[in-house]
């Protein structure tokens, strides 16, 4: 096989390679997925049928995360058509994730998370990151920066001020 016959085959493969890797991140946002909170409750997205789902990853050293808390746990409190649970990530210690639950008067549940649950919704390119399923288990998309309460209630209404909100 001559080289630029090598070469080209090698492109095939990587982009190959590439188009294999990105559908598989895909369909791990859309498989069911089970989280544990620090409290030992287990929340699967199978079992929350009939129920809007906000999966939201945040830092402890994250001001856009911390600043939106207070929003997503207000909607927690008042709907009960929603499941808020935040998945705490890069953190040095427990103490940093629970300081924050504490200094906030957080109610909704929280996961101590690590690099394996956020690669099981795929990538992530900043903090916040949010991730939206419908009453029927489906994902409605994801969202990188921080969100309001209305912003995720305007979502869940599909207004059409929220269309480009949650990216499939």
Sequence with gaps: MDTKRKISALWKGVLLA????LCSAHLALAD?????DRNGAQYKLSEQKGKW???NFWAPWCPPCIAEMPGLDA????RKDLLVIGVAVMYGKTEEVTDVIRQHSISYPIVMGNEDIASDFGEMTGMPTSFLYSPAGKLVGHHYGPLTQNEVEQAIARKPAAAGLFTP
């Design 53 to 55: 789902v906000l999966v």
């Design 18 to 21: 590439l188009l294999v890797s």
């Design 32 to 36: 069911d997925w089970s989280l544990k």
């Design 75 to 78: 909607l927690q409190k008042q």
